[in-house]
């Protein structure tokens, strides 16, 4: 059968919908095999006939899953306990403060178990621009709750002259390992600036993904007052590689 345009009324005529017109269905809808389609669905062709199908998810961007905000008081954590199923997960923060008593950056990950307070090892690396490089490595931290990914380097939000801090964690959904990058000033130094790259597993969850994570700033593993964050935005991305 020759494909045929629609038909429409002209006046008193009825004639096909003229080549290069548009069809106006404002306030109508169109319905195909007898329904409208759900929510997010599209027509989609099997090449004789068409159909409403859910869209494709496709793969290779990313998703934001979550986003936190500290911008008054002291918070020592930053949780994320629904993580969804993605294939690579990266949490991003940025303007970054602590107290007047400066803390650690700390990364830690719940594997269905609760958060260990043991069994991480990890190795880092900070350059600073006065005090050179420094390695930090750990077999099996213990003391800590997680691992440290800044070195006494989130700053005073009273401070004049301090950079906030920013950086990202990444890890996939196929085990414990993770990357981290830390970027910021050295404590209350306006003067030494610090970055510090992270890399680290659980020696009892190599091949178990992470079902929640969490930031903390810590003083010597510890909520102490005034090393908590005062401020900084922090987003959860996750990418789906199919």
């Known amino acids: 059968m020759a494909n045929k345009f629609p038909l429409i009324a002209d006046g008193t005529a009825i004639k096909e919908l003229p080549s290069g017109d548009n069809l106006d269905l404002t306030g109508s809808g169109i319905s195909i095999s007898g329904g409208q389609g759900t929510s997010g669905q599209v027509l989609q062709s099997n090449g004789s006939t068409v159909a409403w199908a859910d869209a494709a998810g496709g793969g290779g961007r990313w998703t934001q899953i979550a986003t936190s905000t500290v911008s008054s008081g002291e918070v020592f954590s930053v949780e994320f306990s629904s993580l969804g199923s993605y294939d690579e997960y990266e949490l991003r923060y940025q303007g970054v403060l602590s107290g007047s008593n400066p803390g650690d950056l700390n990364i830690h990950f719940d594997y269905g178990s609760g958060y260990p307070s043991t069994g991480f090892r990890y190795k880092a690396r900070m350059f600073s621009n006065t005090s050179g490089t420094y390695n930090q490595t750990s077999n099996s931290n213990s003391g800590y709750l ?6 006494n380097t989130l700053i005073s939000s009273s401070g004049t002259a301090r950079a906030p801090a920013f950086g990202h964690v990444a890890w996939t959904n196929s085990g414990s390992l993770f990357k981290s990058y830390y970027y910021g ?25 992470p079902t929640k994570v969490k930031l903390m700033s810590l003083n010597s593993g510890s909520e102490t007052t005034n090393s908590g964050f005062s401020a900084g935005t922090f987003t959860l991305y996750g990418l789906s590689n199919s």
């Open 146 to 151: 997680g691992v440290n990914i800044s070195w």
């Open 185 to 209: 000033n050295q404590g209350n130094d306006a003067n030494q600036l610090q970055s510090m790259e992270t890399i680290g597993a659980h020696n009892s969850y190599e091949q178990t993904a």
